[in-house]
């Protein structure tokens, strides 16, 4: 009964809701005593040879009241309490979704997708069961099976009552014992089917990569050894949950044997009238549902308190950057000052950057090169605050970035990243995704600056072509232009574009800078970047080794200190030579 406890806050909030339904439950528990008394009286009736026309339709007009007066109970305490479980599930998925949108990266990169999925979806549905179904197994077997015992104990004979009962309490413990051992299994359960979630959307994500290298069959043997665990977890699951209905169909029988051996004595000695034995009979097998119900109850509940306690162990995670009390509620605006004596990434013992110190003026471009792991995206995740903990203080304009309202400095900042995500559905609503009341002149502007609109308009559908998941229709670099004009549509105060140039050709890629150079000259620009060209434009290049800077300046005066800077240059310059004229727009 813990998950119960557990749920007691929804309870409280839909106290009406299950106050109305159990009591509709309650007055069936009571309208199903009165056809088996019927029952006994017609038999009696017809045994002592009084039964009439006139009584017969009078006690079947009143089971044809009873059933529709049963239809209509039945009819409300569904709406009530099943429509207040489905209800808690809303609520259980909405505060799930919001936190996972809360959460920062370390968040995601310790946990799978597949297993987030499955806490949204399986578990969400267990406990659901848990608010409705349980609760009406719960006070079913309490409400119907209590009514029935009275009415057989006062109605008709106490001590055949208590004779019939005798093998009740075997039921409740084995059940017990039974519920206990399927809390453990299904827990196992519920993880292999988190295995499985996630071997299925990392291997659907990643098909391309999977037929490229011919990696198909050995995925599909993967998919299998995952997929055969999880029924063999099942199955574990299933040699429990099987023993219920056996058990309580074989106590069941050995109370009607019982009550029949004994029933037939009473009759004897005169102290029962056949009617009454029929009815004691009809009684008990109304007693089979409640007490099947009260064996699932403990199924239910035990799979209910798995899945309510991966979902809060799942919400009590700790939201790591969050706005602080008394945030600005202002988008910000100004001049960036960058210093950061050291970070670390969580988890990590070496330092990713070191004495990192730089300030952008605003309407500035800020160039920053190095080597893979050098600390460019590292700057770049403490610009967008998807990391805290760092030694040091990050101003843009007159406030610290941690003094603002992180919806509102998201706002300020158009963020295009080097693994670019498209949404499943049309060009259009994915360049408009950053700002769904943009008109179609202004979608179709920012696509002119990112150099993408005529793409779009040799498209057999235009601006409305679906680009499928993730963008798989899409070049690379039509995937990285469709970001940027995505990034551009809100205008930002900064745009960060994160080496988001790598996939298209030089002369795209200075039609791109060109127009981004007239467009937005009092707004800031930080550019990362393999490749020179893309920064060469810039009014200060960082140029960072093992996450300290170990060169800044203009191109012009990196270039006369013929270092870091100069070397990589002059090797560019080489391989484009050698290309001649340079690798094609994918």
């Known amino acids: ?64 009241a009873v059933a529709l007066a049963m239809y209509v109970m039945r009819y409300y305490w569904r709406m009530m309490i099943f429509g ?38 399986n578990d969400v549905s267990a406990v659901q069961q848990t608010a409705g179904g349980g609760v009406l197994m719960l006070f079913d077997s309490i409400v119907t099976g209590g009514f029935v015992i009275l009415a057989m104990a006062i109605t008709i004979d106490w001590r055949l009552t208590l004779i019939a009962l005798i093998p009740m309490p075997f039921m409740a413990l084995s059940t017990s014992y039974y519920g206990k051992l399927l809390h453990e299994r299904f827990g196992v359960a519920q993880a292999a089917f988190s295995d499985l979630n996630d071997k299925t959307q990392e291997s659907i994500t990643g098909i391309k990569v999977i037929k490229t290298f011919g990696q198909h069959e050995e995925d599909i043997d993967d998919f299998t050894r995952l997929s055969e665990n999880v029924v063999s977890k099942n199955m574990k699951v299933a040699r429990i949950d099987s023993l219920f209905d056996p058990t309580i169909s074989l106590i069941v029988g050995i109370s009607f044997l019982l009550s029949l051996g004994f029933g037939a004595k009473f009759i004897v000695d005169g102290q029962m009238t056949i009617g009454d034995l029929v009815a004691f009979n009809t009684y008990l097998g109304l007693l089979v549902w409640p007490m099947l119900a009260f064996g699932l109850l403990f199924n239910i509940l035990e799979r209910g308190l798995a899945s309510y306690d991966r ?47 730089f300030t952008l003026k605003q309407g500035q471009t800020l160039g920053i090169v190095g080597k893979t792991g050098a600390g460019k995206t590292a700057i770049l995740k403490l610009l967008l605050r998807e990391f805290e903990g760092y030694k040091g203080e990050i101003y843009f304009g007159q406030h610290k970035i941690d003094d603002y309202k992180m919806n509102r400095l998201k706002e300020a900042i158009g963020y295009v990243p080097q693994e670019h995500f498209l949404f499943s559905t049309t060009i259009y609503n994915n360049i408009a995704f950053s700002n769904i009341d943009a008109s179609k002149e202004r979608v179709e502007h920012v696509a002119k600056l990112a150099n993408i609109h005529q793409d779009i308009l040799a498209f057999s559908d235009g601006y409305q072509t679906i680009v499928g998941e993730r963008g798989v229709s899409l ?17 930002p105060e900064l745009l960060i574009l994160d080496d988001s140039l790598s996939a298209v050709d030089a002369k795209t890629e200075e039609a791109i800078l060109q127009a981004l150079k007239e467009e937005r000259q009092e707004a800031t620009t930080i550019i990362t970047s393999h490749r020179l060209s893309a920064i060469e434009h810039a009014h200060l290049i960082l140029v960072l080794e093992e996450g300290t ?10 270039m006369a200190l013929k270092g870091k800077y100069y070397e990589m240059y002059q090797l560019q310059q080489l391989e484009r030579l050698v290309e001649k004229g340079g690798a094609a727009d994918e």
Do not use: C
Not at 339 to 353: A, R
């Open 1 to 64: 009964m813990k998950v119960f406890l557990r749920l007691n806050w929804f309870f409280k909030e839909r106290k009406k809701e299950y106050i109305i339904g159990i009591l509709m439950l309650t007055i069936v528990g009571i309208l199903i005593l009165i056809p088996p008394k019927i029952i006994g009286y017609v038999i009696d009736e017809i045994g002592s040879q009084t039964l009439t026309v006139q009584s017969l339709l009078k006690w079947i007009a009143i089971i044809i």
């Open 84 to 121: 207040s479980s489905n209800y808690l599930a809303k609520i259980l998925r909405e505060k799930l979704f919001r936190h996972f949108t809360k959460m920062s990266s370390s968040f995601y990169q310790e946990r799978r997708i597949g297993d987030l999925m499955a806490h949204a979806t």
């Open 311 to 357: 979902i809060q162990q799942l919400l009590s995670t700790p939201v790591e950057i969050d706005d602080k009390e008394g945030a600005l509620d202002i988008r910000p605006a100004g001049d960036i000052v960058f210093n950061v004596d050291e970070f670390k990434f969580p988890g990590e013992q070496k330092s990713s950057l070191k004495n990192v110190h």
């Open 475 to 491: 070049s690379g670099g039509q995937k990285q232009r469709i970001s940027i004009a995505r990034a551009l549509l809100t205008n």
């Open 549 to 558: 800077i170990v060169e800044q300046g203009t191109h012009e005066q990196l």
